[in-house]
C-alpha cells in the first residue's frame, strides 16, 4: 500500500510538472507536507534559485496549534517573504498532494497574505 501511494504521488506530481513552471516573473510556488511538518518554496526555475522559503520547522510560535492552523501561519508567512521580495504573481505546485486540508490551508492564507494565483 504505501509503495503504491508514493508511487502515486509521483506520477501526479511528474504530470503537474509538465504543466507547471516558475520564471522569474511568475516564480512556482511549491509546498511540501511531511507527517509532523509543511514546508513552502518560492522557486524561480529558469535560474534554479529558491527565492524564499518557510516552514514550520524550528518555528516556536506553532508548536501548539493544528496541522491546519500550522500551515496557514507557514501560508501567510511566505506571502510576507515572497512580496517583501518583490514577487506577487506565483504558480501554485501542489506537489502531487490532494488540494485539501493542509496544503488547501496553506494556499488559502497565502493568497489572503497577498500573493496572486
Known sequence: MAFSK???RAKIKRSIRKKISGTS???RLSVFRSNKQIYAQ???DT?????????TFNN???AKMNKS?????VGKEIAEKAIKAGVQ?????RNGYLYHGRVKSLANSAR???LKF
Open 89 to 93: 504573481n506565483v504558480v501554485f505546485d
Open 6 to 8: 508514493l508511487k502515486r
Open 42 to 44: 518560492v522557486i524561480d
Open 60 to 62: 516556536k510560535a506553532v
Open 112 to 114: 489572503e497574505g497577498g
Open 69 to 73: 492552523e500550522q500551515a496557514a501561519v
Open 25 to 27: 516573473m511568475v516564480p
Open 47 to 55: 535560474n534554479g534559485k529558491t527565492l524564499v522559503a518557510a516552514s
